[in-house]
């Protein structure tokens, strides 16, 4: 296992998990939130490596749309749709799709879907912040990946050979101004992916359990904000995407997959007193606060 400081360094491990079945078919990813975003970009990057990939996204039609580009840009994979609103599921849809990947030799779960979509604005005072917001802020970014998880691991670790569950989880996770609701969800997150990775090497299991801690990126969501623009420290989906796959199979737990964000976070939250960081991230969001009674 290379040490966290130079996993950077490493060739990425996902070929592992690559494996043809005895039909000559390949082997399967779920990515969830796939239909734009960082999600989009990791079907992308999947299909172009081999891999058959389900993406799961809330709209069917757009949905639809993003598998045919997919399809016409990797003829050799195979991808194919599942619909469910994260934000509102329900038992139900978690057993579908559970349903759809009994029949598939599904080797790798990207539990990318999250975010602050429910949110009227992506950062906002907390007490601005509705109840109906937050249910749905806590449904779209844990209770859908710990119970799609729940759902699905006993499949990823019946093969006994190298499996992947890998979880977007944020820096906010520490607990940053304007994003209180948002941090709590991504704190209770990172809680729950130690927990799980614990167990699993507890158990000598073969599915490795891997959290990839994902900096400010510049997706559809960010790009609403005329105070944010895509650069060194706000890397684009695309370039998100491939960082995230470079850093998988190594056995790690947790790992901050863009390099600069690496940086980023080691000064800020390893180096600065605490009031010092918040201080600074705060200033850095003020202007994108959404004002109070909005």
């Known amino acids: 296992m290379p040490l966290p400081l130079l996993h950077w360094f490493y060739p990425s491990g996902l070929p592992k998990y690559l494996r043809t079945t005895p039909d000559g078919g ?107 917001e937050m249910t749905a802020l806590y449904s779209l970014n844990v209770q859908f990946p710990l119970q799609l998880t729940r759902a699905l691991l006993p499949q990823l670790a019946a093969q006994q050979k190298p499996t992947l569950i890998v979880t977007c989880g944020s820096a906010a996770h520490v607990g940053q101004p304007y994003v209180a609701a948002y941090s709590g969800c991504k704190g209770a997150l990172h809680a729950w992916n130690r927990a799980l990775f614990a167990e699993q090497a507890e158990a000598k299991s073969a599915v490795e359990v891997l959290e990839v801690v994902v900096g400010p990126t510049y997706t559809q969501q960010l790009q609403k904000d005329p105070n944010m623009k895509a650069g060194l420290m706000m890397p684009t989906a695309e370039v998100m995407a491939k960082a995230i796959l470079a850093r998988v199979g190594h056995g790690h737990r947790c790992v901050t997959p863009y390099f600069w964000h690496a940086v980023q976070d080691g000064i800020l939250y390893g180096l600065l007193p605490a009031r010092m960081a918040d201080g600074i991230v705060a200033g850095v969001l003020k202007p994108s606060v959404e004002a109070k009674g909005e």
């Open 26 to 132: 390949a082997s399967w990813a779920l990515v969830t939130g796939a239909s734009d975003g960082i999600g989009l970009a990791l079907s992308h990057e999947l299909g172009a490596r081999g891999f058959n990939v389900l993406i799961h996204g809330r709209n069917e039609s757009k949905l639809s749309r993003v598998r045919e580009e997919l399809a016409a840009a990797h003829p050799k994979s195979e991808f194919r749709t599942v619909t469910a609103d994260a934000s509102y599921f329900t038992p139900a849809d978690i057993d579908r799709i559970a349903a759809l990947v009994t029949d598939l030799p599904l080797t790798v779960l990207i539990n990318n879907v999250g975010g602050t979509a429910p949110l009227s604005s992506n950062f906002k005072h907390f007490e601005s912040t509705t109840p109906t």
